[in-house]
Every structure is written in C-alpha cells, then in structure tokens.
C-alpha cells in the first residue's frame, strides 16, 4: 500500500468510528437515527454541545469538518444532524 492509501483508510477508518460513537452515545430524536440528542459523561440527555462529553464534541467537531454532520438548535436545545454516513457516495 502507498502512504496515500493508508492515510486514506485512515481517515476513512476515523470517519466511520466517529460516527458509530455518535450513533451510541447520543439519543435518537428521529426514526431513521438522523438527529442526534447530545448526552454528558454518564449519557444523560444535555442541551448544549458545550455540556456534552468530551467524545460527543471531538467526534461530531470531527464529523462536522468531514461535512458528514452539523450541529442544529431548536426548542430543546442543540443536537447533531447527520448529513450522510460515511461510505456514502453522495
């Protein structure tokens, strides 16, 4: 493999593991696991990202970056949206 292939399956490796730590450590507010609640150290329900633990905000920062998500506000507070999953082509 070439240095380029490996740091794209770095990267590739990180998006996905990122997401799937979102996906565990957040709340479902939709059916098809779209909208995120964000959730503290011991998983309980938090409306901002800044009350959130540590690893909701590094991987939804890092999710955010990679265009995969965005952070949205509404009544109940602050939650992740996610744009498309990693390995989508789209």
């Not at 609640?37 to 009350?51: F, H, P």
């Amino acid at each position: 493999m070439t240095t380029t292939t490996l740091a794209e399956r770095g990267i590739a490796i990180a998006d996905r593991t990122m997401f799937e730590l979102l996906r565990s450590e957040c709340v479902r507010d939709d059916s098809d696991g779209l909208v995120l609640g964000l959730t503290d150290e011991d998983c309980n329900r938090v409306r901002t990202l800044a009350e959130a633990s540590d690893a909701v905000q590094e991987a939804l920062g890092w999710l955010q970056e990679r265009g995969y998500a965005r952070l949205e506000t509404d009544g109940a507070g602050e939650h992740a949206v996610i744009l498309r999953r990693p390995g989508d082509d789209n």
